[in-house]
Each structure stands twice: as structure tokens, then as C-alpha cells.
């Protein structure tokens, strides 16, 4: 990772800054709808952005990644989604994005956390120690890009379902 990057709590100053990077970070990607910043944006006016943490470089907002908490049909409580995540292309693939998943997954877990999923890249998430949790799924996701990790040894059971918020597209 680049060194002098700072991974801290995001602030009210800060909100526009990580709709910038948020929109110029999956601006070219062609799997995304590019509705994350209203993501972000409706699960912080929900109150229900457990987590969210920036990387900061010299004053500049690089990167961010948020956590907010998911439903599980078995009753499992304490469970989190992890996402979006972003970082601005100049900074991409440099280890800024990995730095934020572990810094916010040490933060779930100081919140005695049970758990976090996450829908992403098969070939990301899986040095995290996410893995594909035969019986645990979210209905409408391809069972390769959905991961969890649970962080006390129990795997739940049943349908994922995030927030609301995640069907905001503005």
C-alpha cells in the first residue's frame, strides 16, 4: 500500500467528497449501475451506515468503503454487507481498497459483530477469508459473487437481504 495513507471515520465534511470518488471509481466499470453514491447516500440518510471509513492522502479523500447491517431469514443478528467500496482510479490495484476491507472488518469485528457478506469479485473477497456459504444466498445475485464471513465460527443459514437503501437510484 502507499505509505501516509490514513484510514479514518468519515465526518460531515466529508460527504461530498466520497460521492466524487465513489462515482469517478465506478464510473468505467461496466457491472455496475452506477448508483453507488445514492447508495451511500440513502443508507447514511437511514441511519443505518454502521461503518463507514475513508483513506486519506495528503488531505484528499481516496478511497472509501462502507457497512451497514443486513436481514438473515434464520434470525442470525449482527451481520453485515460490506459495500460499496471504492478508491479513485489513480489508486486503484495499490492496496487501498484491501486496506479499507481490513481495517473496516477489524472494526465489525471491535462491534461484536457475528459476521459480513458481501457481493464482489470471485477472485477478490476470497483473500479476506471470504468464502460461499452453501444454504446462504441473496435472491437475484449469482451464487460465485456472493461471500460471507463469519466471524465467530457460526454460518447462517437462509436468504441475505440488504437494506433498502440499496435499490436507491438517486
Known sequence: ????VAI?????ADIAEITAVTVKAFSSLDISNHTE???ISALRNARVLTL???????????????FSPVHISDGSLSWYEL?????????QKRGIGGALVQEGLERLKL?????????????????????HIPGL????????????????????QGTVTFHEAFNATC
Open 37 to 39: 453514491q445514492f447508495v
Open 137 to 156: 444466498l441473496v435472491e437475484g445475485v449469482p451464487p460465485e459473487a456472493f461471500f460471507a464471513l463469519p466471524f465467530d465460527g457460526r454460518t447462517p
Open 83 to 91: 459495500g460499496p467500496v471504492s478508491v479513485l482510479p489513480d489508486y
Open 8 to 12: 479514518r471515520d468519515e465526518t460531515v
Open 52 to 66: 463507514s471509513l475513508v483513506a486519506e492522502l495528503h488531505g484528499e479523500i481516496i478511497g472509501h468503503i462502507a
Open 111 to 131: 462491534m461484536q459483530a457475528k459476521g459480513c457478506c458481501v457481493v464482489g469479485h470471485p477472485e477478490y473477497y476470497p483473500k479476506f477469508g471470504f468464502e
Open 1 to 4: 500500500m502507499i505509505s501516509n
